[in-house]
């Protein structure tokens, strides 16, 4: 039996099903296709147009094209052929496979292909990145090798799987495209055959006893596979997992209603609005009726969309509930702007009145220029350049009735940092976060889509205990998606998590005691920056707009004089050293074009401004003294701080004393508590609580007089840090 690849038939937009619809009405009633010119004719669209429709419904599936005809077109029918199905393969664990062939039908167009080839029906789901999922029917072409990377069904001593092979130095391993799953290497291993197509059942036969948020997983990897990586990121399109959505809907809090309204800012195909419906269901007291509004403005995903929620419907309908929804394709920010306007006293709009018990999102994430509407629209919460990811949680607080409750899974950057400062006092004045989860990786939560952030999952409540400090809040912590089943988890109060009375809402999210112990002894400090009389600036020199000032040479040319430039790649932990062997010019020019770069040489601590991933710190910090070079200026980069007494200069053993605190584990901890991004910016660590200068020039004379080498410096500070409060 001969068969090619088969793709299946993609769901189609409004306006391609119009087209569809067009086109089979007219063949009917013709008894042939209609030509470009007639479809344009009834559409009053160009020839271009028309093309265009129809090499859409081509690709999606739905119409043959012949290249010399006039009439070019015929549409895709129903008529069958056959091929032998030999029973099961295990896409999950090794299973043996059922040797008792039975013919099934398929479309013709699996049966072109040369070779012998036969179908399995797949069970398990190790197979699902690759978008072969339970239940599906594969056709295999019979051969006995394999070249790496190919899908192949193997025969291993525990039995038949469908894998990719993988040959890499000298090792053979089958590898599976689920990464809750590790790969296998087989003792023995022979190959059966090569994937080359398969066959899907219609919906309503596979997808008859999944649960809502199931299918809309299922159909999300049908949708995904399909698009770029451009398209994903213009359009916000990253599939939450499964397993991270139905822990978002498990949160939400059952209440003693007949009729709840659920709001998804940014639905995609509704998988996470699914995982809420399903957990307000299968509660003690569920809803008599669900009421959905769902926004969406990517029109290719709007039919995966309806698809889920007419699933939806029907699901709850034989659980006896109600389910009434409504698909806006509006963009979700300036739809609901207008809950800022109210708040301002201006005029608000007829959508300011609607309120909602819940809203769940994982909403789209890129930056806005100033000038974009959205910005605009909302720029009272808006600093520097925005990102969407914050407006959408702005306006979902304000949409939130007096009771209600969001959760988000967002990026954690948001919670410190001097660029949401204005959205942490806007949000965190309105709802009151009672649950935060934090990922420990930064690309395991969406593996797939490689989004390589540190992610959090934030649920707030609206209610009168928004001020109330006493509050308790859950912390739970895991290292990816593979142990959210088993997170870590605690309750602490809320003033030690975020204190709402302060102006900067900087939430801290302390996964263990340790880290608890470490917040309230540096909470215990009452001094910081300003009241040491010190001050903290960003290097001034931009490398890009002073290039032309930026040399290798020290010697003068043409009677100019040079000063040392310091970059990030000059300061170590503890150490600050010029000139170095690098890539990056260590000298600037000394002119007037200059003056504004140039800082006078004397005693500061220079820090990093930036971190990479792999790094053990975020806070790297060095003692820069005045004596490294005869310069009477020096150039600091952009990519350092440095901190400095405006009226005077830095004494050597304050230098030191400051420097190793910085570096301290007690303070990179305290910082990470913050902060998940790997910049450390001047205004962070301005506010940031600091011992008294007693004590830093204390501990600087002890690192001095008993020349206490760099491995032993965080002991020390450990020590008297701790013993001083």
């Known amino acids: 039996m001969k068969v090619n690849t088969f793709v299946p038939q993609q769901p189609l937009t409004p306006k391609q099903k119009k087209a569809l619809d067009f086109i089979n009405r007219f063949t009917t009633e013709n008894d042939y296709a209609p030509s470009l010119q007639e479809i344009a004719n009834y559409f009053k669209k160009s020839i271009s147009s028309a093309q265009h429709f129809v ?43 059922i040797e008792n062939p039975e013919p099934i039908e398929v479309p013709p167009s699996l049966l072109k292909t040369t070779g012998d080839h036969y179908a399995l029906e797949v069970k398990g789901l190790s197979m699902i990145e690759d978008n072969i999922l339970d239940g599906d029917t594969i056709i295999i072409r019979h051969q006995r090798t394999a070249e790496d990377g190919d899908r192949v069904v193997a025969i291993t001593e525990e039995g038949a ?35 080359v197509g398969l066959f899907r059942k219609a919906d309503s036969e596979r997808n008859e006893n999944s649960t809502p948020s199931e299918y809309a997983y299922k159909i999300s990897l049908d949708y995904s596979s399909n698009l770029s990586s451009k398209y994903k990121k213009d359009y916000g399109q990253y599939i939450t997992p499964l397993s991270v959505a139905e822990f978002m809907g498990q949160l939400l809090r059952s209440r003693n209603r007949k009729t709840v309204s659920i709001l998804d800012p940014g639905a995609g195909t509704g998988m996470l609005s699914c995982t809420a419906i399903e957990h307000l269901a299968n509660s003690e007291n569920p809803p008599h009726s669900i009421e959905l509004i769902a926004y969406e403005i990517d029109e290719n995903i709007l039919p995966y969309l309806q698809k889920t929620l007419n699933y939806t419907q029907q699901w709850l309908l034989r659980k006896k509930i109600n389910f009434s929804y409504d698909i806006r394709t509006e963009d979700f920010v300036l739809d609901n702007a207008d809950t ?22 994982n909403p789209p994430y890129f930056k806005l220029a100033k000038s974009d509407p959205r910005a605009q629209a909302t720029k009272r919460i808006v600093h520097g350049q925005p990102n969407i990811y914050a407006i959408f949680m702005s306006i979902a607080a304000f949409l939130l009735n007096d009771t209600g409750e969001l959760v988000f899974i967002t990026p954690r950057s948001y919670t410190a940092g001097p660029y949401f400062k204005v959205f942490r006092e806007e949000f965190f004045s309105t709802v009151r976060p009672s649950y935060v989860h934090l990922f420990g990786s930064r690309k395991d939560t969406f593996d797939k889509d490689s989004i390589l952030q540190e992610n959090i999952i934030l649920k707030a409540v609206k209610g009168d205990s928004i001020k109330n400090q006493k509050s308790l809040v859950t912390i739970s912590f895991s290292k990816g998606i593979q142990d959210l089943d088993k997170v870590l988890k605690r309750e602490i109060p809320l003033a030690d998590v975020i204190d709402m009375k302060s102006k900067n809402k ?54 100019l004089a040079f000063a040392p430039l310091l970059w990030m790649q000059n300061v170590k932990e503890m150490s600050a050293k010029w000139p170095i062997n690098s890539r990056k010019p260590q000298y600037i020019e000394v ?51 440095y901190i400095y007494r405006p009226k005077g200069e830095l004494l ?14 007690i303070l990179d901890t305290y910082f990470r508590t913050s902060n998940g991004n790997t910049q450390v910016s001047a205004t962070e660590l301005r506010d940031m609580p600091l011992p008294s200068a007693k004590t830093i020039e204390e501990l600087g004379k002890v690192i001095i007089n008993n020349k206490i080498e760099n491995n032993q410096i965080d002991e020390l500070v450990r020590k008297n840090l701790v013993s001083s409060i």
Not at 169 to 195: D, H, M
Not at 525 to 530: D, S
């Open 55 to 97: 090499e859409e419904l081509h690709l999606k599936g739905y119409l043959q094209k012949r290249t010399s005809s006039a009439r070019s077109i015929t549409t895709i029918g129903e008529r069958k052929g056959h091929v032998f199905k030999l029973g099961y393969i295990a896409a999950g664990k090794p299973i043996e496979p």
């Open 161 to 195: 799987t469908l894998k990719i092979f993988r040959k890499r130095n000298g090792k053979i391993y089958l590898e599976p495209r689920n990464s809750n799953l590790k790969p296998i290497y087989p003792k023995e291993l022979e190959i059966r055959g090569k994937f």
């Open 340 to 361: 800022f306007n109210q708040v301002t006293g201006l005029f608000p709009s007829p959508n300011s009145n609607r309120r909602y018990d819940y809203i769940i999102s």
């Open 506 to 559: 900087v939430l801290r999210i302390p996964v263990t005691e340790e880290e608890d112990e470490i917040v309230e002894l540096v909470h215990s400090w009452k001094e910081n920056l300003n009241s040491l009389g010190l001050n903290i600036s960003t290097g001034p020199v931009v490398a890009y707009r002073a290039s032309k000032y930026i040399t290798d040479k020290s010697d003068g040319t043409k009677g």
């Open 591 to 641: 002119s007037k074009n200059t003056n504004n770069l140039l800082v006078p040489n004397k005693n500061y601590v220079l820090l990093r401004r930036f971190s990479s991933k792999e790094e053990k710190k975020r806070l790297v910090a060095a003692p820069y003294l005045s004596n490294l070079t005869a310069s009477e200026e020096i150039g600091i980069e952009n990519h350092l701080n």
């Open 652 to 665: 050597l053993e304050e230098v030191i004393g400051l420097s190793s605190i910085l570096n301290s584990g």
